[in-house]
């Protein structure tokens, strides 16, 4: 299990160390080139969506922001815990180098800004479209985790069952196809957790010496909402379809709140995205579906 | 002297302003089909041996989840399906993804992709056929 969230721990984290050199590097130049710098950073990597505003977001989130995840905080802390330990010694390497930064004439820590971004961009893997439109190793695991199959010919009942147990779960259905056997299903919770609150309280506090060198002391960003969505899909696997196939995906928006490092406040409304691959919130949701409809599933 | 300066003003505006009075003539072959659309077009679609149109969905829906794609949309009616997915492993990128299906005549099903890349399309032919080779083989395991 924690193996399996450490992929997504990396994914966030290299999201947010770009993050990291751009706000540095925005802190560095004083923000009086903020224009020149975002359209480089923007040509050097068009597709980068981190520390863009909301607002400017907003439309590329909607297509997806249809699905949210669970109030089953229960289930979803252990894999919570671990994303934020790494996000908090994130944020702490991110003070240090805010505070080094207060000390340095501001032109060595723009090069040294620039220099930096130009690793970090090397660094950050890319993938290529055409991968994504292959299987992988872990598809298979995925769709394992994913799938349960159930001894039974009615479809229809197996359906409004699914969309009664995402409904247990604090869902709300928001697309239902029956002919092809689609649900889609999201819901919205505070993405507060106290570890954050603790880092953001103790940054700032170690942050208070750059008051000395004329620096405003950091405030880091925190997780303030998150969206969870679900998309079941039903199908029969079988020619005379006496078995049904139920598949379900989870996924989660997180929006952070706002903060600020040097003279440069960071605006509210970042997001992050991540699809959600605890095995245990799997499990969860099909003891709950099997109880549902009286049927014991198995595992293909 | 005045003269020539006078002159040269006149030349130059007269040039601004017939540069900026021409429009673009639209050329009558504007909305064409030109080879390069035909060509992307061909390598978007794929016809499969499928009767049942409801079948075919099923499967594209199954071979898009199997790829890690999100459904967003199915229209059974239209025989149409929406999906996307981030580019893990990072999440900041999304590919979306929109398939079109339609049953023929001859008993076989037409299958459309258009896929697209943080809002470019994607236009190379390799993509198109990892994703008809997933849907195959998704098919296949339908049919048994």
Redesign the interface.
Known sequence: MRKKSA?GV???L??STYGLSKRLFRQAIGGRVKTVYASLLRSLR?????GASWRAEVG?VR??A??SCPAWRFNAVSHLDIHDGFRSEHKFFRSLLGSIGGMMPRWSVAAGAIVMAMGLMGC????H??D?????EE?LR??AM?TRVFETKDEAELLSASAAVLQDLGFQIE?S?R????L?AAKERSAREYGQDISRFGIFVLSTGLIFVQQPPIIIAVDLHQKI?A?L?T?P???DATRQEV?V?F?RVVWKGDGSAGNQSIAPGEQ????LRDPVMYQTFFAKLSKAVFLEPFAL | MRHRVVETLIAWVVVAITFGCTPPQPTPDLLAPTDAQMKIRSIQTHSFDVKDR?TA??GV??AL????F???????SLGLITA?????????????ISVTIRSETDGRTTIRAN?I??NKP?E?P???Q??FA?LERSLF??K?
């Open positions: 992929s990396i994914a966030s290299r999201g068009p597709c980068s969506r981190n590329r297509s997806l249809f699905l950050v893997a890319q993938t479209p055409q994504l439109f292959q299987l992988q598809s995925n769709r994913q697309e196809v002919e092809v056997g689609f889609r969505a998309t899909v199908r696997i079988n020619a598949r995906v996924y992050r995205m991540e699809m | 409801q969905m099923r829906i199954a989840q199997d790829l890690g999100i459904i967003e949309r199915a229209n059974e996307a997915r981030f580019a893990e492993p990072n999440f900041y990128d999304i590919v979306g896929a890349y943080n994607i190379d390799k993509v198109y990892n994703f997933t395991v339908v048994q």
